[in-house]
């Protein structure tokens, strides 16, 4: 247990510009190099020297980039926690910093317990005798502090959601089990019932996981990207958006030459829009630049506007601009100057060529279409995740780890249900439960046992 | 007046069969050893069913031979019907359950005991124990016999002030009308030593002439019965039948028109039952949607009319009993032989011994059995042989031998009592190993063997048995993995057609195509690609491919598991000194004193927040 890979956000919650994801244990460079990519060639983690700062980025499972970072490294014994240490400087804020910090669980890295850092630095001989009491008083008052938490939660729909679930899996284990144990009693195993059940525990799972995926889009936002080829309106799109005037606009090609950002209220989600510059190819190298950063935005949003200029009509640039978008799952086509009579964008163009996209008609001059934009973001960054009124969309980045762990288990045992036998499928549902019952603090193998005696008349 | 009779090692109290192992092994291991016993003519007693093995049963009794205890060699001699149950449902759960002739059994089971040179057997109630500085020195018999000794092992099953209850008729008794031993819980409470009380029962026994077999279903044995020893000849007797029955809807009614008489429901009975083995009244009054319980009608030995009626156990008055037993198909005219009854003793609860059992307040004091809150006769003799193998290795002052959660079920049963708070009779069940998948009954001797021989209970014959076993093991096991199939090879083309089985892609190892569902080690033999191995190699093979997969999962688990146990956490601990501990945590943790983190973290009460607290209080503590 305290060998292991840790890993958490170790800078207060909240709004804060930068964010540290630390991680301790032996092997934490390792691991950590396996999703960063260093800005300059060569300088992978593993040939770093303790102290130096390497400019890169985290890459998610697909190779694209999660955020940029500065990460540091530490060698034993010379770091906090006196063990090898990773701490990675997440620029993009806290949305990011937690993005990071899944990937980094995502490599099989644990997340730390409360104070459990501080705690390590102490067996570790970093701190004296005088402050491990401080060090219990941590412990204490922050699992103090996440069971008055946990507790609050509990009230809440959640804890009655997980509850149901876990009575679901508690169930499934209980029929094998009880055939196991008491096979002349019982008879044999169901396994429509228990497939059943396990279906719908993992189906509860995967619906309770979207509820917190839907609760970060409203809690930390979003980040939207608009892009286009230079002078179709993106800046007066933002302006449109923000209702007031920050971005410089001019009718001069090129004029956005970095990346705008700015907040946003949509629909009550915190939006954060990048204003692209013109991506097009060009031999001014400050601009170039500019581009660079402009598709790095891009990949990182979580929904891209594409806009469109209805008075230059449809050319080849645009198309390359859209191809190049080809890894975003959310695009939405606004189709600018639609105030303009010139209409050289026709219905059947967009028909031929975005037939899969979302379209809207916007004059951003004249504020049409705007609201209705501000609508398909909605609908688009919540698609799917909306379908829990009973749920709150509060869950932790604990539960969520512990939910997917579950979600592991119980897929296992349902791919292997009728095809090993049951004493295998044991193995997982065990693992399942273990999982499962952390949210809560149940030990469901012992009520298990509980339940085979409550529900079956057992004995000789 | 209390005179001097004897020196003695190890005495153990009581010959049931947590005394008979604990004895046995003690004489075994070289102390001069003392049994115990109220009667001479009850040793190994079968007061309950009359069957050894089951589900997590039959774990026990395989590991009990392979450390070199005397159950599964006795069972073996004495077993009127062998079967594997739960066949299919995974090698981890397959187990062996013998029917008993019950006096066989103890006749087999005296002669060994006389036959053990270093034990001595001695008809004696033990009236009181003498404990000096809190080590126990002596015990004194109930007619003034005082045995000097070293160390003591109680296992009075149900015996401590046992009190039986059959309807309105209640008198002090052990079990089967024995003596009960009234004066040993009073010297255990003025030692120190907490007491409880449980209840358990039995169903009538009925004669096998007044029961007409032709309204039930038999249930023959296997044609091909195993042994429970590793080392026992193959079994060829002729095997009896069992038969199944059910009760009906007029029985449901006998129990609940005369359930105002049922000493359960009137407050007779105080002791806290097992829920894994209800009354058949409590069975009625839970369970009233189900219109029928299925009930077993065993034989209780060769020699014998008795039979067993499994699924009765019951304290109703006895004419309820009668009316109850004539109301059940086949049954109309039956005879009763014995009466049903309830039976309330004295424990020891279990959060009072260290994992070697042993009691933490009286040095050289051992529990084992009944007495710890268990049931069951496998989880009483896999007790009494750990009990009697430290009590020997205590005297010889020698560090005690604690089986792990990983290494054995009977590490799972001792650990469990001691970590967890018993509020009933506690049984032994395959769900509670957290690694079932690992201690199964067919590998108990490769888990075990090992032990047994240095602790000194494995002799040179088994011993050779089992080098030579492992030797052949490993040998077959290269031959299966060194030896491959191509899709060119014609031969076992063929083969893989013929059996259904997809074709080769590449070259495959013999090992992984065992892993295939359709494929067994016959099918290799049946090809003459090997010779014909034994029975147990082959099993081993197919055990050992075919759920490589999922053995390896748990060997993962095992490995964080032992990172726990082996934090060890010293004796001399002073749970009052450690900052932090959160009030029920501190009580527990005083309470079990764990001799591991590992097991400190299984005890009920004790949280992660405490564990983490203790880790920090040992490593202040180790710096100073």
Same mark, same amino acid.
């Given at each position: 247990m305290y060998d292991d890979i840790i890993g958490a956000i170790s800078t207060p919650l909240g709004e804060g510009?930068?964010?540290?994801?630390?991680?301790?244990?032996?092997?934490?460079?390792?691991?950590?190099?396996?999703?960063?990519?260093?800005?300059?060639?060569?300088?992978?983690?593993?040939?770093?020297?303790?102290?130096?700062?390497?400019?890169?980025?985290?890459?998610?499972?697909?190779?694209?980039?999660?955020?940029?970072?500065?990460?540091?490294i530490m060698k034993s014994p010379r770091s906090y926690?006196?063990?090898?240490?990773?701490?990675?400087?997440?620029?993009?804020?806290?949305?990011?910093?937690?993005?990071?910090?899944?990937?980094?669980?995502?490599?099989?890295?644990?997340?730390?317990?409360?104070?459990?850092?501080?705690?390590?630095?102490?067996?570790?001989?970093?701190?004296?005798?005088?402050?491990?009491?401080?060090?219990?008083?941590?412990?204490?008052?922050?699992?103090?502090?996440g069971l008055k938490l946990?507790?609050?939660?509990?009230?809440?729909?959640?804890?009655?959601?997980?509850?149901?679930?876990?009575?679901?899996?508690?169930?499934?284990?209980?029929?094998?089990?009880?055939?196991?144990?008491?096979?002349?009693?019982?008879?044999?195993?169901?396994?429509?019932?228990?497939?059943?059940?396990?279906?719908?525990?993992?189906?509860?799972?995967?619906?309770?996981?979207?509820?917190?995926?839907?609760?970060?889009?409203?809690?930390?936002?979003?980040?939207?990207?608009?892009?286009?080829?230079?002078?179709?309106?993106?800046?007066?799109?933002?302006?449109?958006?923000?209702?007031?005037?920050?971005?410089?606009?001019?009718?001069?090609?090129?004029?956005?030459?970095?990346?705008?950002?700015?907040?946003?209220?949509?629909?009550?989600?915190?939006?954060?829009?990048?204003?692209?510059?013109?991506?097009?190819?060009?031999?001014d190298l400050v601009e170039k630049i500019g581009i660079d950063k402009a598709r790095q935005a891009i990949s990182e949003a979580d929904l891209v506007v594409l806009v469109l200029d209805v008075e230059a009509g449809m050319t080849e640039e645009d198309m390359n601009i859209y191809r190049s978008l080809e890894k975003q799952e959310r695009i939405i086509l606004l189709i600018n100057k639609d105030d303009?009579?010139?209409?050289?964008?026709?219905?059947?163009?967009?028909?031929?060529?975005?037939?899969?996209?979302?379209?809207?008609?916007?004059?951003?001059?004249?504020?049409?279409?705007?609201?209705?934009?501000?609508?398909m973001i909605e609908k688009k960054v919540t698609a799917g995740l909306a379908d829990n009124e009973q749920l709150e969309f509060t869950v932790s980045l604990r539960q969520k780890e512990l939910l997917k762990e579950a979600r592991q288990y119980i897929q296992e045992v349902l791919e292997a249900l009728e095809l090993v036998p049951m004493d295998c499928l044991g193995v997982d549902m065990q693992n399942a439960l273990i999982s499962l019952g952390q949210l809560t603090g149940r030990d469901l193998k012992e009520e298990s046992i509980d339940r085979i005696f409550r529900e079956f008349c057992i004995g000789k | 007046m209390i005179y001097q009779a004897g020196n003695y090692e190890v005495v153990v109290i009581g010959a049931g069969h947590a005394g008979c192992e604990a004895a046995l092994a003690s004489a075994r291991m070289g102390c001069k050893t003392l049994l115990c016993t109220l009667s001479m003519e009850h040793i190994a007693l079968m007061p309950c069913n009359p069957s050894i093995g089951g589900p997590a049963k039959a774990q026990l009794v395989r590991e009990i031979d392979a450390l070199g205890g005397e159950m599964a060699i006795n069972i073996d001699k004495a077993q009127i019907q062998m079967r594997i149950i739960n066949t299919g449902k995974g090698p981890a759960v397959q187990a062996l359950r013998a029917q008993a002739d019950k006096q066989e059994y103890y006749r087999e089971m005296l002669k060994i005991l006389l036959a053990q040179p270093n034990l001595d057997v001695l008809m004696a109630e033990i009236e009181d124990l003498e404990i000096t500085q809190d080590r126990v020195g002596a015990v004194i018999t109930k007619t003034g016999a005082r045995f000097k000794c070293q160390a003591v092992v109680i296992t009075s099953g149900t015996y401590l002030k046992g009190r039986i209850i059959i309807g309105d008729v209640i008198y002090d008794g052990g079990p089967g009308n024995q003596f009960p031993a009234q004066k040993l819980s009073a010297s255990l409470l003025n030692n120190g030593i907490e007491l409880g009380r449980f209840k358990t029962g039995t169903?009538?026994?009925?004669?096998?002439?007044?029961?007409?077999?032709?309204?039930?279903?038999?249930?023959?044995?296997?044609?091909?019965?195993?042994?429970?020893?590793?080392?026992?000849?193959?079994?060829?007797?002729?095997?009896?039948?069992?038969?199944?029955?059910?009760?009906?809807?007029?029985?449901?009614?006998?129990?609940?028109?005369?359930?105002?008489?049922?000493?359960?429901?009137?407050?007779?009975?105080?002791?806290?039952?097992?829920?894994?083995?209800?009354?058949?009244?409590?069975?009625?009054?839970?369970?009233?949607?189900?219109?029928a319980h299925q009930l077993f009608v065993e034989p209780e030995g060769r020699h014998t009319d008795e039979m067993y009626v499994q699924g009765l156990n019951t304290s109703l008055p006895e004419d309820v009993q009668m009316a109850v037993l004539k109301s059940i198909p086949g049954l109309e005219n039956v005879r009763i032989m014995r009466t049903g009854y309830a039976i309330e003793y004295d424990y020891v609860p279990p959060a009072q011994l260290k994992l070697s059992l042993e009691t933490k307040a009286i040095e050289g004091l051992f529990t084992a059995g009944q007495i710890n809150g268990t049931s069951g006769y496998e989880e009483a003799a896999a007790q009494g042989l750990v009990a009697g193998i430290n009590a020997a290795l205590k005297v010889q002052e020698k560090e005690a031998l604690v089986l792990k959660r990983n290494e054995a079920f009977i590490g799972v049963l001792i650990d469990d009592l001691v970590n967890k708070d018993?509020?009933?009779?506690?049984?032994?069940?395959?769900?509670?190993?957290?690694?079932?998948?690992?201690?199964?009954?067919?590998?108990?001797?490769?888990?075990?063997?090992?032990?047994?021989?240095?602790?000194?209970?494995?002799?040179?014959?088994?011993?050779?048995?089992?080098?030579?076993?492992?030797?052949?093991?490993?040998?077959?096991?290269?031959?299966?993995?060194?030896?491959?199939?191509?899709?060119?090879?014609?031969?076992?083309?063929?083969?893989?057609?013929?059996?259904?089985?997809?074709?080769?892609?590449?070259?495959?190892?013999?090992?992984?195509?065992?892993?295939?569902?359709?494929?067994?080690?016959?099918?290799?033999?049946?090809?003459?690609? $090997?010779?014909?191995?034994?029975?147990?190699?082959?099993?081993?093979?197919?055990?050992?491919?075919?759920?490589?997969?999922?053995?390896?999962?748990?060997?993962?688990?095992?490995?964080?598991?032992?990172?726990?146990?082996?934090?060890?956490?010293?004796?001399?601990?002073?749970?009052?000194?450690?900052?932090?501990?959160?009030?029920?945590?501190?009580?527990?943790?005083?309470?079990?004193?764990?001799?591991?983190?590992?097991?400190?973290?299984?005890?009920?009460?004790?949280?992660?927040?405490? $564990?983490?607290?203790?880790?920090?209080?040992?490593e202040k503590k180790r710096r100073n």
């Open positions: 510009g930068i964010a540290i994801v630390r991680v301790s244990g032996e092997g934490a460079i390792e691991k950590i190099n396996k999703v960063f990519q260093p800005r300059a060639p060569g300088k992978d983690l593993r040939s770093r020297k303790p102290f130096t700062l390497t400019l890169g980025y985290i890459k998610d499972e697909e190779q694209g980039i999660l955020d940029e970072v500065l990460v540091s926690t006196g063990e090898e240490m990773v701490e990675i400087n997440c620029h993009g804020g806290a949305l990011a910093a937690k993005r990071c910090l899944q990937r980094v669980l995502s490599l099989g890295i644990r997340l730390a317990q409360p104070g459990e850092f501080t705690q390590r630095a102490f067996l570790n001989g970093k701190m004296d005798a005088v402050q491990a009491e401080a060090v219990i008083d941590i412990i204490r008052a922050k699992t103090e502090r946990a507790l609050k939660q509990m009230e809440g729909k959640n804890s009655q959601y997980i509850k149901s679930l876990e009575d679901l899996l508690l169930e499934a284990n209980m029929l094998l089990e009880a055939s196991l144990d008491f096979s002349e009693d019982i008879g044999d195993l169901d396994y429509r019932r228990v497939r059943e059940l396990m279906e719908s525990s993992r189906d509860g799972i995967d619906k309770m996981l979207r509820a917190g995926e839907l609760g970060d889009v409203y809690k930390e936002g979003i980040s939207v990207a608009i892009c286009g080829k230079p002078n179709v309106g993106k800046s007066s799109l933002l302006n449109a958006l923000l209702r007031k005037e920050r971005a410089i606009v001019t009718d001069v090609p090129g004029t956005t030459r970095d990346v705008i950002e700015e907040y946003v209220n949509i629909q009550g989600i915190p939006v954060k829009i990048i204003d692209t510059a013109g991506i097009r190819d060009t031999s303009l009579m010139a209409k050289n964008i026709k219905q059947k163009d967009i028909e031929r060529h975005f037939s899969s996209l979302d379209v809207i008609w916007a004059s951003t001059k004249d504020d049409i279409g705007i609201q209705s934009l501000a609508e | 169903p009538p026994r009925i004669n096998r002439r007044s029961v007409d077999f032709s309204k039930m279903t038999e249930q023959p044995g296997d044609e091909r019965p195993l042994t429970f020893s590793f080392i026992s000849p193959r079994i060829n007797r002729p095997q009896l039948s069992c038969w199944l029955t059910h009760s009906t809807a007029q029985t449901h009614q006998i129990v609940m028109d005369n359930i105002d008489r049922a000493p359960m429901f009137t407050g007779v009975i105080k002791g806290r039952g097992p829920r894994y083995c209800p009354s058949f009244e409590d069975k009625v009054v839970r369970f009233s949607h189900k219109d018993i509020d009933e009779p506690y049984r032994l069940l395959t769900s509670r190993a957290e690694y079932r998948l690992l201690l199964r009954q067919d590998n108990a001797d490769i888990r075990l063997t090992a032990k047994g021989r240095e602790i000194g209970l494995v002799d040179d014959r088994r011993w050779q048995d089992f080098n030579s076993k492992m030797e052949t093991l490993e040998k077959t096991k290269t031959l299966f993995q060194q030896n491959t199939f191509t899709p060119a090879d014609l031969e076992a083309t063929a083969f893989l057609k013929e059996k259904g089985s997809a074709p080769l892609k590449d070259r495959l190892s013999w090992w992984d195509l065992l892993k295939r569902p359709e494929i067994g080690v016959s099918d290799f033999e049946n090809m003459n690609w $090997i010779n014909v191995l034994d029975e147990d190699i082959a099993e081993q093979i197919q055990i050992q491919s075919k759920y490589q997969g999922y053995i390896a999962k748990q060997q993962e688990q095992v490995k964080k598991f032992e990172k726990m146990e082996n934090r060890r956490i010293p004796v001399e601990i002073d749970y009052d000194e450690v900052y932090g501990l959160a009030n029920e945590a501190r009580q527990r943790l005083k309470e079990v004193r764990p001799t591991s983190m590992g097991q400190a973290s299984r005890i009920t009460g004790v949280n992660p927040a405490d $564990i983490n607290v203790l880790y920090i209080y040992l």
